[in-house]
């Protein structure tokens, strides 16, 4: 198989892939039907998860038309568009699929450490891990990288959209920031 052939048939099957979240966004956000409560400007937390959902659902669209009209040239025997710049070479080697595989893994340990730990805790440790695989060597730079970026993450989730972001099971971190937010004014 021509490797621009696999390569689209690839971004095809990321396309379907991203379209059942995308869809899953609009079905399960509220499952127990839990009363909605209207915020500043009519925003609810309901709403913003329709809205990233519808938003990745254009995105996908745009991704699966792009997708099928390069498909649609390749099989016609004539160069797909780069209308984004040149598609960077694939590697398949075992490297990249180790970090592939680590990163999913990485996001399933977060999605389940966001419950037990909580944002404050989880969320650094996911930048950390994801600097750390993806080739960032330099350890105090990466943990320096971690927590100021986990503490912007927990200021725009916890802090303005004021998502209810703690651990069930051990999160010492949380009251302390939502103290020191507080001490700001901010809330």
Known sequence: M????????????????????????????NPTDAQVFDGPGGMSWRSLPFIYSGLLLFLVAVLAASTLHDMQRLRRGREPLALLGERPPSTSDRRTWMRRALTVAAIFLYAAGIEAFGFAISTPLLLFAMLTVLGQRNFRR???????????LWILFVGVLKLPMTGLVWDPVTPVLDDLYRMTGAR
């Not at 379209?19 to 956000?29: D, Q």
């Not at 990466?142 to 912007?152: I, Q």
């Open 2 to 29: 021509d490797p621009r052939v696999a390569e689209t048939v690839k971004d095809l099957v990321l396309a379907v892939a991203l379209a059942c979240v995308g869809v899953g966004g609009f079905l399960f956000v």
């Open 142 to 152: 990466s943990v320096l990288l971690a927590l100021v970026g986990g503490l912007l």
